[in-house]
């Protein structure tokens, strides 16, 4: 399985483009800060990290501003 559900920043956008089949695409930088459980002790994390989003998706991004944390599910793809 691979899903991915985080809550993060977005702290920076890019100009929407779009496919040439006509799908919106949004791509954005987003910072996570949050404690985490590894091996039993609590884990303080603090990293930014790139995501794109494409069609209904990806417009209601584009309409979301900066520093509003949003909760953000998906998968990890290279």
Do not use: C, W
């Not at 985490?36 to 584009?62: K, S």
């Amino acid at each position: 399985m691979n899903r991915l559900q985080i809550t993060a920043v977005p702290v920076a956008k890019r100009a929407l483009r779009y496919t040439p089949a006509g799908l919106a695409v949004a791509e954005g930088s987003f910072r996570h800060e949050g404690t985490t459980l590894e091996a039993g002790t609590a884990r303080q994390l603090d990293f930014e990290f790139d995501a794109v989003a494409v069609g209904p998706v990806a417009l209601g991004l584009e309409r979301e501003p900066l520093g509003q944390p949003l909760t953000l599910t998906g998968f990890i793809a290279p």
